[in-house]
């Protein structure tokens, strides 16, 4: 039994920041079902890496969800989604501005038929505001935010984070804010609600303590690369063979620190006695530590400074994280595979472990492969649903 079970979920979502969102409502053990468009489905099915023809990027992003295709260009397909809301606990969709009011969908409409509704509405821009018709993707939330403008080598250009955050903010806020209207319904018995997630906005928020600063500063954060700019040594310190990550966030990290590199003269060096007098003196600082940090391997630095207490770690590939012992014992990676795919695909789990309940985990499925079910579901015999067929408002 899930958190969530007994929650349905009408998912009207595509590419990353909405299927995120609706497959951890779905991990969480509520009962998701994607409504794609016929023949295509959702744009991320075309997109490659393809595992027999299926977009692994489709099966990292929607496990735990039924796949019902309806045509919302005719009214009829209009309707069986509005059948389906009347029925269900939350609605997500992150089409850009005007498209579920195009598709009769919009929150109005919706709430008149199901007050109780949790409605969400994921977009690139806030409603109501000067961007608000502007088309927007992750890099585009990413450059607008500040975020890549602090991100890169000192000496050259806005760099991309190539994880993408924006979207991944957006889904976080908007389980977090669904979530919270569910409970203020169900507890506080509180009506339906409306909620609308703006990606510039979600990972604006994320800037937290960066944008502080700047705003203290009344300047730029500024871009430091591979280091801090005000603690050290918190940097990527280049190896013998590779790269490893040490950050030395706290006064009491210090000593500890340079006795793992064995130099304790460093302990009390004027230069570097407090948090203030290493970021003061940084540069003259790596110029020491970077020398030492290149006669060892990766491997042999890891050891010494994890037997010192210092927080360190190896800068892993995707496939060495993916391969890692910790990465193992934690079952984090899962293998998926949809009804037309005869490999499987590695995904990541659900991250967040609990004590009594396990999130569940079944394949994306393939398109459409959960129509008549659904529509059976809403009180349909097999001749209507094969009559909805043949007039091409269900695939």
Not at 360 to 366: A, H, K, L, Y
């Amino acid at each position: 039994m899930g958190f969530l079970n007994g929650i349905d979920v009408v998912d009207l979502t595509q590419m990353v920041s909405g299927p995120v969102a609706t497959m951890h409502l779905g991990d969480m053990g509520a009962d998701v079902v994607k409504i794609e468009r016929p023949e295509t489905g959702d744009i991320s099915r075309g997109l490659p890496p393809f595992v027999d023809g299926t977009s692994s990027q489709f099966v990292a992003l929607n496990r735990n969800k039924r796949s019902v295709e309806v045509d919302l260009r005719s009214d009829r397909g209009q309707d069986l989604v509005l059948e389906l809301l009347e029925e269900a606990d939350v609605f997500v969709e992150n089409y850009k501005a005007g498209t579920v009011d195009e598709f009769g969908l919009d929150y109005d409409t919706v709430a008149a038929r199901n007050p109780d509704l949790v409605y969400c509405s994921i977009k690139g821009f806030a409603s109501d505001s000067i961007y608000e018709d502007n088309p927007a993707y992750d890099m585009v939330a990413q450059a607008m935010s500040g975020t890549m403008s602090i991100n890169g080598q000192p000496d050259g250009p806005p760099t991309y984070t190539s994880t993408p955050i924006s979207d991944i903010a957006a889904s976080m806020y908007a389980v977090q804010a669904i979530t919270g209207a569910l409970y203020d319904r169900d507890v506080n018995d509180a009506s339906g609600e409306y909620i609308e997630v703006s990606m510039l906005n979600c990972i604006m928020s994320w800037l937290g303590i960066r944008a502080t600063a700047s705003g203290v500063k009344d300047e730029p954060y500024p871009r430091v690369g591979n280091r801090h700019s005000a603690v050290a040594p918190y940097k990527v310190y280049e190896t013998a063979d590779s790269y490893v990550v040490v950050a030395v966030a706290s006064q009491g990290l210090w000593p500890k620190f340079c006795r793992a590199i064995d130099r304790e003269d460093l302990i009390a060096d004027p230069r570097f006695e407090t948090s203030a007098d290493r970021s003061a003196n940084m540069d003259a600082l790596y110029d020491i530590t970077d020398d030492i940090m290149r006669q060892k391997t990766t491997a042999e630095w890891f050891d010494i400074l994890q037997e010192h207490g210092v927080p360190s770690g190896p800068v892993r590939n995707t496939i060495e994280a993916l391969e890692d012992e910790y990465t193992g014992q934690q079952g984090l990676v899962q293998e998926l595979s949809t009804d037309d795919c005869d490999d499987t695909v590695p995904v990541i789990r659900y991250p967040v472990d609990f004590g009594t309940f396990e999130a569940p985990v079944t394949d994306p499925r393939p398109l459409g492969a959960d129509t008549y079910r659904s529509l059976r579901e809403l009180g349909y015999d097999d001749a209507e649903i094969e009559s909805l067929r043949e007039l091409g408002v269900v695939g």
